[in-house]
């Protein structure tokens, strides 16, 4: 008898990566999802997405949420920004609310649980994909004008 062999059906939050990776995308930076986003290498934690633009750095983890708060892995977390670090970017938590759209919450500054967890305590408080992308573009210096 033949193996049958099941091909996972994807996640459902690729789709969310997906709209977040065409938002930046339009908005002139390069985008890449990854591969093993959300689980593959255990030896390594590798972000949903990373968007360059300018020399500019940005690293995702994308969540998404119905109701707050929002329970975040600390280790993930932590993972993220050791990436963002290596990388030379900033660490972002992407949050798509249903019904409400994508806030973005700094990866360096969410709240701590009672048992050592990370959580962002109310989604909508975070900034709007407007706003994220004005603190970047708003303020373009060429990195060699400091040379």
Do not use: C
């Amino acid at each position: 008898m033949q193996a049958v062999r099941l091909i996972p059906l994807p996640r459902k939050g690729t789709r969310y990566e997906r709209e977040l990776a065409q938002m930046l995308w339009e908005k002139g930076w390069a985008v890449i999802r990854g591969p093993a986003s959300g689980g593959g290498s255990k030896a390594r934690i590798q972000p949903d997405i990373v968007a360059v633009k300018n020399r500019k750095i940005l690293v995702f983890e994308v969540k998404k949420a119905r109701s707050k708060p929002v329970y975040l892995d600390p280790g993930q977390v932590l993972g993220l920004i050791e990436w963002a670090r290596r990388a030379g970017g900033d660490a972002w938590i992407a949050v798509r609310i249903a019904g409400d759209g994508w806030r973005f919450h700094m990866a360096t500054q969410l709240s701590t649980t009672r048992r050592g967890g990370l959580k962002i305590a109310d989604p909508r408080k975070g900034m709007k994909f407007r706003d994220l992308i004005n603190q970047y573009e708003g303020s373009v210096e060429r990195i060699d004008k400091y040379l």
